[in-house]
């Protein structure tokens, strides 16, 4: 399973990144705009720390607003993926990019009907929103287990990424649902490496090796 960051903010990617554990990363307008500069500086930026994809967002919705945008964004750096909104608009432009090389994210995906139309529209990724479904009162786990059914029966190349993962239980169910990659926030990522029981036993290890050291020097 593949691990992307979403986040925008360079210094949590630089630091996530030294652990080997960033293969791509996500960002949105909501993102970019926190980090204080324009969308084309911290995109170039992320991509030359992170050799993976590095999915930037489209600001138009009409077609030729979205192709026009990809286009340009692409230009950027090698290793970037254009998303784009899962709408009529959307597939139409991905369809296009997909003829042209470019890499697509359909972003918003909520349905395995969104997620299959986008997957035969020619879509690199899509990116069904699993913490904003069980909003709904729905289960995002559900989603996520019957797209990987769905292209894998129709042996699509579409990759399923995890999105709006909230807690690590997401994080979990995603990975045993098959999801190919979570994108986690860069808030919530240090959480995964974390658990009490790792502090407690690593505690007692030391208070265990304190009270040896205080026995032998006795």
């Known amino acids: 399973m593949k691990f992307f960051l979403d986040t925008a903010n360079v210094e949590e990617i630089k630091r996530i990144n030294d652990l080997g554990l960033v293969d791509g990363i996500t960002t949105n307008p909501t993102l970019i705009s926190k980090e204080g500069k324009d969308f084309e500086t911290v995109i170039k930026e992320i991509c030359s720390i992170v050799d993976g994809p590095v999915s930037a967002e489209v600001i138009a919705l009409d077609y030729e607003g979205m192709v026009e945008e990809a286009r340009q964004v692409a230009k950027w750096a090698d290793n970037i993926v254009v ?34 139309l986008a997957a035969k529209a020619g879509a690199t990724y899509i990116s069904p ?38 807690h690590i239980g997401h994080f979990e169910a995603t990975a045993l649902a ?41």
């Open 129 to 166: 929103f699993i913490g904003r479904i069980d909003d709904m009162g729905e289960d995002g786990m559900e989603l996520i287990a019957d797209l990987r059914m769905v292209l894998d029966n129709y042996a699509l190349d579409a990759e399923i990424i995890a999105a709006s993962i909230r």
């Open 178 to 218: 098959g999801a190919d990659i979570a994108t986690v926030p860069g808030s919530l990522f240090p959480k995964l490496w974390s658990h009490p029981l790792t502090d407690k036993g690593i505690d007692g290890f030391l208070k265990d090796w304190e009270a040896f050291q205080n026995k032998q020097n006795k």
């Open 83 to 116: 998303k784009i909104p899962m709408t009529e608009a959307g597939l139409k432009a991905v369809n296009t990019l997909s003829q042209e090389g470019i890499k697509t994210n359909v972003t918003l995906i909520f349905s395995v009907a969104q997620g299959l």
